[in-house]
């Protein structure tokens, strides 16, 4: 009688432990695909990069399908580097395009 009072305290406590295993590698994971979220900042630099191109020319290239002047561009350009404020086109560009964003990969220099 104690024996299977002892075998079943031993269960009850690893069901217990993988339980609380489960659970925590599941907020590990959740921590791990949220650290990986890139920023709009982050974005805009990969692409960049990722093209050989300046920050400006990719402004430039998200703003083809809108109806934006040059100036505009130029504006809000500024209104970035001083303000890191994003402009409609550019969110607009890297929604459209973010799956093939994360699947590019920074050259390493």
Not at 23 to 35: P, S, T
Not at 64 to 87: A, C, G, M, T
Request: net charge positive.
């Amino acid at each position: 009688m104690i024996s299977l009072l002892y075998y079943g305290i031993i269960a009850a406590c690893v069901l217990i432990l993988t339980v609380i295993l489960f659970r925590r590698a599941g907020r590990l994971e959740k921590e791990r695909v949220r650290d990986t979220s890139l920023s709009m900042e982050e974005y805009l630099f990969k692409i960049a990069r990722v093209t050989g191109n300046s920050e400006y020319d990719v402004f430039c290239k998200s703003a083809e399908i809108w109806p934006v002047s040059r100036e505009k561009i130029d504006q809000d350009f500024s209104n970035y580097l001083q303000h890191q404020n994003v402009p409609h086109y550019l969110n607009d560009f890297v929604r459209r395009n973010k799956k093939h964003i994360d699947e590019l990969h920074l050259p390493r220099f």
